[in-house]
């Protein structure tokens, strides 16, 4: 079963995945990404769990470490 939680993007939300993934992963070049961060960071949003890894809810190609969120209770 796949759980779902509120959560808060952080404001800098390519700078922390830059930073977690060391720069190596492309995400600067990267339109989709580009296009997910312009329209998450910074906001309240649902992630859904699969598998342990969360991932925002209307997009399913980007794990997002927790790093990037805080839980909202």
Same mark, same amino acid.
């Given at each position: 079963?796949?759980?779902?939680?509120?959560?808060?993007?952080?404001? %800098?939300?390519?700078?922390?995945?830059?930073? =977690? =993934? %060391?720069?190596? $992963? %492309?995400?600067?070049?990267?339109?989709? #990404? &580009?296009?997910? !961060?312009?329209?998450?960071?910074?906001?309240?949003?649902?992630?859904?769990?699969?598998?342990?890894?969360? #991932? $925002?809810?209307?997009? +399913? %190609?980007?794990?997002?470490? +927790? !790093? !990037? =969120?805080? $839980? &909202? +209770?």
């Amino acid at each position: 079963m796949k759980k779902t939680k509120k959560v808060k993007i952080v404001d %800098n939300l390519m700078e922390t995945i830059d930073d =977690f =993934f %060391n720069g190596t $992963e %492309n995400h600067r070049t990267d339109e989709e #990404f &580009i296009k997910l !961060c312009s329209r998450i960071q910074g906001k309240e949003v649902e992630v859904i769990y699969v598998s342990g890894d969360a #991932f $925002e809810v209307h997009d +399913n %190609n980007y794990w997002l470490p +927790n !790093c !990037c =969120f805080t $839980e &909202i +209770n």
